[in-house]
């Protein structure tokens, strides 16, 4: 896999980090907000090396004298925060409700762990190490939000006005999007996927559906969905017509008698072919069932995962690529 070292510019002192790899976990959007002086990095890469190229690629675009002294996580996911820890002494912002979220996923070294002890005869083992195992976690510690809030939260940037806005639960329980009214771009976050069957850990998908209405509610000229290429509002409101379909189609097989695993083999014959990682739909099953059920129970991620992979063996990968093989320079540029 080979991974962009650039950023794009979509709007005055606004770059996007954009890896661009549909069809696989891992890879997201970060958004660089630059100023004379201080600037503001909304979300960072998975994994230390990953998040030191992102490094080296903003300082090709801000001025000399800049430094990147805020760290906005638009939620909990480590694709989304893990290189928090590359940023010493930057204030890290999120929602007070995303620290609900930081225990409910591997950490760094438990995931290194995991994929260490990973057998490619087994499937679970094969489809973590086929989707994972390119990643080094090694070296990386979490590094949770040093400032929180709940509602919103106006940052100024220099002369930018930058409003960050809550929206979970939805994808998790503590989303935010960032929202730069002068250049009419919204950072989404995981409340948008483009070009993959989305997964969500929180939900209800009502709540995916409402932040994405808030988004809409902005006017935005430009979206940076959490994975895949920007977008308009168009692609917005087609998002959120799947997501409702989906929605419908789990309530009417909620309401049929069948439980998590009958729905979801149903949602898996029934899905969408221009889609990857169509077993996230075994995902999205179980966790609007947990709303439809009435259960408190907190979604335990692997273990979901697990089960999606179980219920969609077709879905594991023939090839596994071999771990920590990132290259420093890349033939995809954006």
Known sequence: ??????????????????PDFPGTWGMANCTLIGADSASVLVDTPYTAHLTRLLKTAAHEVLPPSA????????????????????????????????????????????LETLLNQCQQEDDFGRYLLAHFGRFDYRGLHLTPPTRTFTGRLELPVGDITVELIEVGPAHTVGDLIVHLPDSRIVCAGDVLFIGDVPVHWAGPLDGVIAAAQQILDLDPDVVVPGHGPLVGQQEVRTYMTYVAELRDRIHELHASGLGVDGASRVLLRERRPDLGLW????????????????????????????????????CIPETITPRYAFPAQSDRLR
């Open 67 to 110: 430094e990147i002294s805020t760290v906005v996580n638009t939620h909990a996911n480590g694709d989304h925060s893990y290189g928090n820890g590359e940023f010493p002494g930057a204030e890290i912002i999120s929602t007070e409700a995303n620290l609900q979220h930081l225990c409910a996923e591997p950490t760094p070294g438990q």
């Open 1 to 18: 896999m080979r991974i962009s070292t650039r950023l794009t510019e979509i709007g005055s002192q606004v770059y996007a980090w954009l």
């Open 279 to 314: 077993e996230r739909l075994a995902v999205l099953t179980a966790t609007e069932y947990r709303h439809l059920d009435g259960s408190n129970e907190k979604p335990q991620l692997l273990q979901i995962l697990r089960s999606a992979v179980r219920l969609a063996p077709e």
